[in-house]
């Protein structure tokens, strides 16, 4: 079945996250993806653009592949994935996750 609407999307989402070792990766993959990101912008060094997008997605599927064993929400739903990695990852942040 098809999700249609973000407030049906969420709760699948946080199921597809629910073993906290999972979890961390994708804070980690997410956090270490802004800090590159951030230094691309301030140095201008293009590379690093690239690197934070490969960082980010790459700790999220090893999380996803070898440790929940499914296949990540973002070969599916690519858009409500990326704004729902931003949001555990600020509720993690602030401890509310």
Do not use: C
Request: hydrophobic fraction near 55%; proline fraction near 4%.
């Amino acid at each position: 079945m098809k999700i249609k609407t973000y407030s049906e999307f969420w709760p699948f989402y946080l199921k597809e996250h629910s073993h906290p070792l999972n979890r961390l990766l994708h804070f980690i993959g997410t956090s270490l993806g802004i800090a590159l990101l951030l230094e691309g912008l301030i140095s201008g060094r293009m590379i690093f653009l690239l690197i934070a997008l490969v960082s980010g997605y790459a700790f999220a599927w090893v999380g996803h592949f070898f440790i929940e064993k499914n296949k990540p929400a973002t070969f599916q739903y690519p858009f409500w994935s990326f704004i729902s990695d931003f949001r555990m990852w600020f509720l993690m942040l602030i401890r509310k996750l």
